[in-house]
């Protein structure tokens, strides 16, 4: 599950590096704060990851992503504000929805991939309408 998600991500990244030189740009801003950093005296700095956040848009949007994962499960923001990043933990919505149920991640993907697409219409049908709709 997080590798899928960080497949996902690393695509993202990709996309957008090619397209505005996004990870390139966050990455000078990133240096340029750890190097700032560095060069203050020792009383005067900060942890590195404070600066990095309000410095950085990347910074910004992966504690984001993580925060959002720990605490709900899913994720739903855009990265650069262009490219939407959409991804959740079933096991987690899971136990969030159903607490005292216990379900393995593998089971969740297997019920998934049993899935087909006209599940989705019976379920949008009332029952009994459907069975007049047969006679």
């Known amino acids: ?3 899928e998600f960080s497949k996902l991500i690393s695509l993202i990244l990709k996309h957008e590096e090619e397209r505005v030189g996004y990870l390139s740009q966050q990455s000078k801003i990133l240096l340029g704060a750890r190097d700032e950093i560095e060069n203050l005296p ?7 990851f404070d600066l990095a956040l309000r410095t950085s848009l990347l910074a910004k949007e992966i504690e984001s992503i993580y925060q959002n994962l720990c605490r709900d499960g899913e994720v739903r923001q855009y990265i650069n504000k262009w490219v939407e990043l959409s991804f959740c933990l ?6 969030k929805h159903f607490p005292n149920i216990i379900v393995e991640p593998e089971l969740i993907y297997e019920c998934l991939e049993n899935l087909k697409p006209y599940h989705a219409l019976l379920l949008l ?3 009994s309408k ?4 047969f006679s």
Not at 43 to 48: G, I, N
Not at 130 to 133: Q, T, V
């Open 1 to 3: 599950c997080y590798h």
């Open 42 to 48: 020792e009383s005067q700095q900060e942890h590195p």
């Open 90 to 95: 079933p096991q987690k919505l899971h136990r």
């Open 125 to 127: 049908v009332d029952v």
């Open 130 to 133: 459907l069975l007049e709709s």
